[in-house]
Nanobody, 124 residues
Framework: QVQLAESGGGLVQAGGSLRLSCAAS????????MGWFRQAPGKEREFVAV????????KYADSVKGRFTISRDNAKNTVYLQMNSLKPEDTAVYYC?????????????????WGQGTQVTVSS
């Protein structure tokens, strides 16, 4: 089992920045692909970004490309999401996810493990 714990959410003005962290514990593995998803009120959960186990490959949703950066530190079992130039439409609960298959996580949004989520609110 792997436990994921997100942190770093909060309230920020439009144009501001936040950095989310996702700490993994338990039977962690650097082979796991890790990703970030988000769910706004009344909407379905959507893909934000994903990173391969080695960190060499990343993918982003078009809506965040150029503004968000996903990274990982395997020595710390932690994945990060640096969010810049935030917009009110970025407001959502952000979830961290982990799975053994990069493409499954990226394309299908299916993960073996999910965190509890952290709220990000961007005011206009």
């Amino acid at each position: 089992q792997v436990q994921l714990a997100e942190s770093g959410g909060g309230l920020v003005q439009a144009g501001g920045s936040l950095r989310l962290s996702c700490a993994a514990s338990g039977r962690t593995s650097s082979r796991y692909a890790m990703g970030w998803f988000r769910q706004a009120p009344g909407k379905e959960r959507e893909f934000v970004a994903v990173i391969s186990g080695s960190g060499s490959t990343t993918k982003y949703a078009d809506s965040v490309k150029g503004r968000f950066t996903i990274s990982r530190d395997n020595a710390k079992n932690t994945v990060y999401l640096q969010m810049n130039s935030l917009k009110p439409e970025d407001t959502a609960v952000y979830y961290c996810a982990a799975t053994g298959d990069f493409t499954t996580l990226w394309i299908r949004g299916i993960a073996d493990y999910w965190g509890q989520g952290t709220q990000v609110t961007v005011s206009s």
